[in-house]
Nanobody, 128 residues
């Protein structure tokens, strides 16, 4: 059973930084795609970033080099370092996971991948 618990959200001013963390378990640790997506009030789900088991990372266009996704396999923790935050980044952020057969994840893993496993989100609020 996949379990994902995100943390690290908060309130910051525009231009500030936050580092989100996600405790992850239950996915195939040798063949996976892990990612972050967000949802703002009244808006649909929006993919932010993803990382595959081979280390390949993918980002949404709006990230524009401001965010970095990483994973610490030993700690089973997924991270999202967010710098240069903007008010439009305000949203609930969720971490998610998908397991694949070996060799497939790098081909399918994308920032907008429609993950089916995710956990409670963490709120990020950016004020102007």
């Amino acid at each position: 059973q996949v379990e994902m618990v995100a943390s690290g959200g908060g309130s910051v001013q525009a231009g500030g930084s936050l580092k989100l963390a996600c405790s992850a378990s239950g996915y195939n640790e040798k063949s996976y795609c892990l990612g972050w997506f967000r949802q703002a009030p009244g808006k649909g789900r929006e993919g932010v970033a993803a990382i595959a088991d081979d280390g390949t990372t993918k980002y949404a266009d709006f990230v524009q080099g401001r965010f970095t996704i990483s994973v610490d396999g030993a700690k089973r923790t997924l991270y999202l370092q967010m710098n240069g935050l903007k008010p439009e980044d305000t949203a609930m952020y969720y971490c998610a996971a998908e397991s694949f057969v070996p060799g497939v994840a790098p081909q399918l893993c994308a920032a907008d991948y429609r993950f089916v496993h995710w956990g409670p989100g963490t709120q990020v609020t950016v004020s102007s």
